[in-house]
Nanobody, 124 residues
Framework: QVQLVESGGGLVQAGGSLRLSCAASGRTFSSYAMGWFRQAPGKEREFVAGISRSGGSIYNANSVKGRFTISRDNAKSTVYLQMNSLKPEDTAVYYC?????????????????WGQGTQVTVSS
C-alpha cells in the first residue's frame, strides 16, 4: 500500500504558474506508475497527466499539452506537476494517484491509491 499527500495548490492569476508535488510513503514508489487528475465542481474527475515507473513514458491530456509537465523523482518518492500558462478553466481540485498497472492508464478506475487533493484556483 502507498500513501499520497499533495501540496502546492493555491490561487493564481491567469497566465501564471504553479508546481504541485505529491509525496509518497509506504511501498516502493518506483513500483507504481503515477497520474494527476482533476475535478471541477459538478464535473467528473478527469485525467491530466501520467508518468511511467521509470519516468521514461509520459502522457498528457490534450487540454494541457504544451502547458503542464509531469515528472518524478524516485529517490525522493515524489511526483510533480508543473503548470504554466494557467487558465480559469484549469480551476479544480487536483489529485495524484498511483497504479501498479502498465502502460500508464488514463482512467481513474485503474488507480488504486489516491491523495486527498489540493485546490487550484485560477482567476481571470
Amino acid at each position: 500500500q502507498v500513501q499520497l499527500v499533495e501540496s502546492g495548490g493555491g490561487l493564481v492569476q491567469a497566465g501564471g504558474s504553479l508546481r504541485l508535488s505529491c509525496a509518497a510513503s509506504g511501498r516502493t514508489f518506483s513500483s507504481y506508475a503515477m497520474g494527476w487528475f482533476r475535478q471541477a465542481p459538478g464535473k467528473e474527475r478527469e485525467f491530466v497527466a501520467g508518468i511511467s515507473r521509470s519516468g521514461g513514458s509520459i502522457y498528457n491530456a490534450n487540454s494541457v499539452k504544451g502547458r503542464f509537465t509531469i515528472s518524478r523523482d524516485n529517490a525522493k518518492s515524489t511526483v510533480y506537476l508543473q503548470m504554466n500558462s494557467l487558465k480559469p478553466e484549469d480551476t479544480a481540485v487536483y489529485y495524484c494517484a498511483a497504479t501498479g498497472l502498465t502502460p500508464v492508464p488514463t482512467t481513474a478506475g485503474a488507480y488504486a491509491y489516491w491523495g486527498q487533493g489540493t485546490q487550484v484556483t485560477v482567476s481571470s
